[in-house]
């Protein structure tokens, strides 16, 4: 019988800015435990307004914790039993909800897709209305919140070293994919022994692209079971949802990027199917939607969405 666990928001159970496999774990579990864990906006106190209250676990985290490569504060790591090398970590997302009553959106310096056309550097502070499930922004525009975590992750293979949380990679990380929402389930590859299970970088609401650097940056509260496959063997991170499959694709070029979710993607219908390659590569062109995640992370990403009815 899975157990349940609540990893409390303190500074000791979080990092700041980076992903590294020998961070001490924060929490031990066994395979399909089931984990609540806390995240905070990304970002110094630079980004905290002025008329505003901020949670006060917030500000001890902001206080406390040594300023890393990144802006971003994660929790974790969480310790699998059994997990080893070539395992895939199964991240069940079961329910994501934010935390905070406000969240913010930036402009900054040599960030973003038009970094060279919007130098008027601005950080506005959009009001979470969680009865009516909206951010409210400054000119009265309500927008419905869509919660998510923009970081999930294992630890990097040993031999990266500390990795800025900033650029996603094949362990997952900084991948900010809006559809990683609660109902959605994750496969991640394993690089160390206990998996090392990290989440962070709360997201009210996003769109495909993110494009000026920032999404709503807010707290978030997310639950997760995390189940051990010795059965599956991933070198990317791949997703599903009830309705879809999702191939992910990460690289410096937004080419490059598509090309590797097309290619993931094949992969897995060839996989869950008794499609020929040839086959499985039309059946993506007819109704694979290829969508661009993020385009400010310096790895960019693509992620292919595919119906699981055509399988």
Same mark, same amino acid.
């Given at each position: ?201 709360? #997201? ?39 309705? #879809? ?22 992969? #897995? ?43």
């Amino acid at each position: 019988m899975s157990r349940r666990f609540e990893i409390p928001a303190t500074p000791e159970n979080m990092v700041l800015g980076y992903l590294d496999s020998t961070t001490p774990p924060v929490l031990e579990v066994a395979s399909g435990d089931v984990v609540t864990l806390h995240s905070f906006p990304a970002g110094g106190k630079e980004t905290l307004p002025d008329n505003l209250p901020v949670p006060a676990d917030y500000m001890a985290a902001l206080d406390t914790l040594p300023p890393g490569p990144g802006p971003h504060f994660i929790t974790g790591p969480v310790y699998v039993q059994g997990a080893q090398p070539g395992d895939t970590l199964q991240v069940d997302i079961l329910d994501v909800k934010v935390r905070q009553d406000w969240g913010f959106v930036s402009i900054l310096p040599l960030l973003g897709t038009l970094p060279d056309e919007f130098t008027d550097y601005e950080t506005i502070h959009p009001v979470v209305d969680h009865a009516k499930n909206v951010c409210v922004m400054p000119w009265g525009t309500e927008i419905p919140l869509d919660p998510f975590f923009g970081i999930i992750a294992t630890a990097p293979p040993p031999a990266w070293g500390r990795c800025g949380s900033p650029v996603p990679r094949a362990f997952g990380g900084n991948m900010d994919n809006k559809e990683l929402r609660a109902g959605t389930t994750l496969y991640l590859p394993v690089f160390n022994e206990g998996a090392l299970f990290f989440a962070g970088d709360g #997201h009210g609401v996003q769109g495909d692209g993110e494009v000026c650097i920032t999404a709503l940056e807010t707290g978030v509260t997310g639950t997760f079971r995390l189940t051990l496959r010795k059965d599956m063997r991933l070198d990317w991170p791949f997703a599903e949802s009830a309705t #879809h499959l999702m191939s992910i694709g990460l690289d410096e070029d937004l080419d490059d990027a598509a090309k590797q979710a097309t290619r993931e993607m094949v992969k #897995h219908v060839c996989e869950r199917t008794n499609l020929s390659r040839n086959q499985a590569y039309m059946l993506c062109s007819l109704a694979g939607n290829l969508r661009v995640t993020q385009m400010v992370d310096g790895n960019k990403g693509v992620h292919m969405l595919l119906a699981k009815s055509l399988l």
